[in-house]
């Protein structure tokens, strides 16, 4: 027998209804996230990726967290490179909120694959690897929420511009970090968390016949490798009145002075310039993987039938 004809699941308004209910319980039980969709720059048809992508807007909407018991996922596996992060989580958003706040402003149909959520209660970002579009599965004929399954987001160069300082702060803190060497005199030393800066002057037609350029950076970690010395990384690096990135240098001034210590010291060497020393390691200068290339040597020799050894 076919279903009563008398009664339909279709009904507009309880439709509404119902979608209204879902959108005032997001409201209630979920959290503020950032919705980043990322812009293809030069896509890989065959791989399907684009590594030179970038993330231009952040809309801010609510999203329940069904993870009730902290993030999936693997969680943290210690690998032969360090700790790697693999955690998980699934975010419920308004299908509706979505579309007007979000879909209607970037052209879109639905949440992308390679977007990103930016989660502020945890300060991580997590990018989505899966949409599901029908669940519940037509309960009133109709699908009211989308829900998306994300894993940690790992930054791998791509630019970062959304205008909201919270974000971009974030990604300019930990994504790249420049290591540099230093001496000081009198255990002068600089502290973690303030701006360094490094002062240049260059010719322009100006009234004076010259600008004056400031590069800074934030002081991440500090290493005292002894009273006089010592080897600090740098994040948020950056050129006075933008947000242009730009490389210490050691040529011309060399000296970095500390904002809150008002310590100065000399650069000595950074990792990763290439000035043709035998000391500095030219291939990538955000790789921060000077102490292996160092330390390999000593141990791994291409010039030999078998570089890693002999197994007795």
Same mark, same amino acid.
């Given at each position: ?21 879902? #959108?005032?319980?997001?409201?209630? @039980?979920?959290?503020? +996230? ?12 065959? *791989? ?8 231009? &807007? ?66 991580? @970002? @997590? ?12 309960? *009133? ?38 290591? #540099? ?8 030393? @600089? ?40 080897? *600090? ?23 970095? +002075? ?14 990763? *310039? ?22 390999? &040597? ?15």
């Amino acid at each position: 027998m076919p279903r009563n004809v008398y009664f339909s699941q279709a009904v507009r308004s309880e439709q509404n209804l119902y979608e209204d209910l879902v #959108i005032e319980s997001l409201k209630i @039980f979920g959290q503020d +996230v950032y919705y980043i969709p990322r812009t293809l720059v030069n896509r890989d048809d065959i *791989l399907g990726e684009d590594p030179a992508g970038s993330f231009d &807007d952040a809309y801010l909407m609510e999203a329940y967290i069904e993870n009730v018991d902290g993030f999936e996922g693997a969680g943290d596996l210690y690998q032969k490179f360090g700790i790697e992060v693999r955690d998980e989580a699934s975010f419920v958003i308004s299908r509706r909120v979505w579309n007007s706040n979000i879909g209607s402003f970037e052209s879109l149909d639905k949440p992308r694959e390679g977007d990103l959520l930016f989660l502020p209660m945890t300060n991580s @970002f @997590f990018e989505i690897t899966f949409v599901e579009d029908d669940k519940p599965f037509y309960q *009133l004929s109709n699908l009211p929420v989308y829900k998306l399954t994300c894993s940690l987001f790992e930054y791998n160069d791509e630019l970062f511009d959304t205008g909201v300082g919270e974000i971009d702060r974030k990604l300019g803190d930990e994504a790249y970090q420049l290591v #540099i060497d230093y001496s000081t005199t009198n255990n002068n030393h @600089f502290a973690e968390g303030e701006v360094v800066t490094q002062t240049l002057q260059t010719a322009a037609e100006a009234p004076d016949g010259s600008t004056v350029i400031t590069i800074s950076g934030t002081v991440q970690t500090i290493e005292k490798t002894s009273d006089t010395a010592g080897k *600090l990384s740098l994040s948020n690096i950056g050129v006075t009145g933008t947000d242009e990135y730009k490389d210490f240098i050691i040529s011309g001034v060399k000296t970095l +002075v500390g904002s809150e210590t008002n310590n100065t010291a000399p650069i000595t060497k950074i990792y990763g *310039l290439d000035d043709g020393a035998d000391n500095f390691m030219p291939e990538d200068s955000s790789a921060q993987n000077v102490a292996f290339e160092i330390d390999a &040597d000593n141990f791994i020799d291409f010039t030999e039938s078998n570089p890693f050894g002999d197994p007795f």
